[in-house]
């Protein structure tokens, strides 16, 4: 089992910048994918952006070139820099992680217990 641990949330005035962090932990697991997601309410969960260990980043069109990921893969954590944000950014934040365990190879998903960002105008 893996347990993701996220942090950085808060309320921040519009045009201003949030940074979120999400350090996994557990034992025997290798992680393929980290990434962000958001929901906001009355909407579905809809991917921000996500990282693969090869670097290969799949960003949002809606946040591409104000938010930023990153990942830190020696201490399985994922950072969020969120630039120029807008009253629409605001959702609670969730981690997601796809690993490997070993030695039986099995894939698993996670979920963070999410983190609340909210933007004032």
């Known amino acids: 089992h893996v347990r993701l641990v996220e942090s950085g949330g808060g309320l921040v005035q519009a045009g201003g910048s949030l940074r979120l962090s999400c350090a996994a932990s557990?034992?025997?697991?290798?992680?393929?994918?980290m990434g962000w997601y958001r929901q906001a309410p009355g909407n579905e969960r809809e991917l921000v952006a996500a990282?693969?260990?090869?670097?290969?980043?799949n960003v949002a069109d809606s946040v591409k070139g104000r938010f930023t990921i990153s990942t830190d893969y020696a201490k399985n954590t994922v950072f969020l820099q969120m630039n120029s944000l807008k009253p629409e950014d605001t959702a609670v934040y969730y981690c997601?992680?796809?690993?490997?365990?070993?030695?039986?190879?099995?894939?698993?998903?996670?979920w963070g217990q999410g983190t609340q960002v909210t933007v004032s105008s």
């Open positions: 557990g034992s025997d697991f290798r992680i393929n994918t």
């Open positions: 990282i693969t260990r090869g670097s290969s980043t």
């Open positions: 997601n992680v796809d690993a490997v365990h070993s030695p039986t190879m099995t894939q698993n998903n996670y």
